[in-house]
């Protein structure tokens, strides 16, 4: 096996976000590209010694996915890695799960998550069903690095086929069999309630109606058909990009919304009157659930930009709360070393000690399920009234983010100018509120400032995409958009 030098172009460099390598499709992510980051995957589990455990391979709906995905597989196959290939577009985290059933080295998934359409992207998972961590990413960019100017090995797919070395995989029955574990389908399926669900055009569709069929439960799917443009809308379920399927609610017929991003490893949620159910309220909802009806206290593990709530959770039930930066490869280490019940971001995705220490929506979709249905035998209904019951014991999240986007070439000058500004000019009061404590995210990639009512405000740089998130938890819906302009001006007029 060798790697033919070429000529020496200028290669872009490969970098791993906080969820996986993104980029344009035809522009940076290119099926080059693609062999590039699966021979770092390859050198990675050769030096593991794990080769002979073999890697997955999944893919979503979007543009040229498949092949993409099967361009990784022939590297892999290169280096005598067996390959286990998905049978069609799946979830994320099932990826996750089928590393963990299989034992495998690790998983790849071909993905760009929430990103606009014109976006694919790489995303590796560990041995352990955790999205790789900063090690292991690290390592990998190295090994592209200084494989610059090379050329991937490849084995013709075809051909490593015919010799075993691929296995196609559905990994729907073995998921159903280890939800099982711990969540009881058939109570789900029995409710009588009517469950409107929203896919947003991606590979989570499907997946929650099966699970619950059988039963009286009736679960009505929109936005279920394939579409790589995702109805024109980056499939991330916030508003408004889910707002028809606000409307459907708001129209009646229906109990509750399930939402699920693009490629299905975030969750949502809307009551029964079509009111969105933002990202903090969920997580908020999950480890209540968790604490009040499953009886758990191990820690709880959140990013920098998630609730408030966690913290006063925390406290009321006696369960220690570990903080993390941003990021999925960042949680789910710490989930593991804390032991931790659950783990989650602001950006809606949550993973479960339980379960897979990895974002999974439509597990978390069906915990939330499981609440309502507790929570309505204990007389407590419709869903926004358990919203506010949350909201009684956990106190207030008025929440809110923007994205100020910016020019992809103009991105990293922008961010690097923003970043020293804010760092020299820090603000000493928010929408009229002295500032009281501030912190420089770890990461070095953004600000975060509280002030005296215990409101946050938090400025970062995504690592995903050309923008600059400006995040608001307030104690007000007013003191909330107040906060929420300055910051957004704050951004706008560093940059």
């Not at 035809?26 to 050198?43: I, M």
């Not at 995702?230 to 017929?253: M, W, Y």
């Not at 009512?453 to 400006?470: A, I, M």
């Amino acid at each position: 096996m060798t790697s033919s030098p070429t000529s020496a172009p200028v290669v872009p460099p490969i970098v791993f976000g906080t969820d996986g390598w993104r980029a344009r499709i035809g522009d940076e992510y290119t099926f080059e590209n693609v062999r590039r980051c699966a021979e770092g995957v390859a050198h990675y589990v050769t030096g593991q010694a794990s080769a002979d455990k073999g890697v997955v391979i999944g893919y979503d709906r979007r543009f040229a996915s498949e092949h993409f995905a099967r361009a990784a597989a022939e590297v892999l196959l290169a280096f005598d890695i067996p390959v286990a290939l998905a049978l069609g577009a799946i979830p994320t985290q099932m990826t996750s799960y089928e590393v963990v059933a299989r034992g495998a080295a690790c998983g790849v998934m071909i993905t760009a998550s929430h990103n606009p359409w014109t976006d694919n992207g790489f995303k590796v998972k560990s041995a352990t069903g955790a999205a790789a961590g900063p090690a292991i990413l690290a390592e990998l960019e190295q090994t592209i690095r200084d494989r610059a100017g090379t050329t991937p090995p490849s084995r013709p797919f075809a051909d490593a086929d015919e010799a075993g070395m691929v296995e196609r995989f559905d990994p729907f029955d073995g998921y159903q069999t280890y939800l099982r574990r711990t969540l009881d389908l058939d109570r789900l399926r029995a409710a009588d309630l009517r469950v409107l669900v929203e896919p947003m055009w991606g590979s989570g569709a499907g997946w929650i109606g099966r699970l619950l069929d059988g039963g009286t439960i009736r679960v009505k799917e929109i936005h279920s058909e394939r579409n790589p443009w995702f109805g024109g809308v980056n499939p991330e379920p916030i508003r408004p990009n889910i707002d028809e399927a606000l409307g459907v609610l708001a129209g009646g017929g229906h109990d509750l919304g399930l939402l699920l991003d693009g490629d299905a490893d975030r969750a949502g949620a809307a009551d029964e009157k079509g009111t969105f159910i933002h990202q903090l309220q969920v997580m908020g909802l999950l480890m209540y659930y968790l604490l009040e009806h499953r009886g758990l206290r191990q820690p709880v593990v959140s990013t920098v930009n998630e609730t408030s709530m966690v913290g006063r959770l925390g406290e009321r039930y006696g369960v220690a709360v570990h903080e993390t930066p941003v990021g999925f490869k960042y949680v789910g280490p710490k989930m593991i070393e804390t032991g931790a019940m659950m783990g989650g971001e602001e950006s809606g995705g949550y993973g479960f000690g339980m379960h897979l220490p990895e974002r999974d929506g439509i597990y978390a979709d069906l915990l939330l399920l499981d609440l309502f249905v507790r929570e309505r035998e204990q007389g407590r209904w419709p869903v926004s009234a358990i919203v506010e019951h949350l909201h009684s014991i956990a106190g207030q999240s008025f929440y809110l983010r923007t994205d100020v986007h910016v020019a992809r070439d103009e991105y990293p000058d922008r961010k690097e100018r923003l970043f020293r500004q804010l760092s020299e000019r820090a603000p000493e009061s928010i929408a009229g509120l002295d500032v009281t404590r501030s912190l420089v995210l770890e990461t070095n990639d953004g600000f975060k400032w509280w002030t005296t009512d215990g409101s946050w405000l938090l400025v970062r740089f995504s690592g995903t995409e050309p923008l600059v998130r400006v995040y608001v938890e307030a104690s007000s819906p007013e003191q909330r958009d107040a906060m929420l302009g300055e910051g957004e001006q704050l951004v706008r007029g560093g940059a």
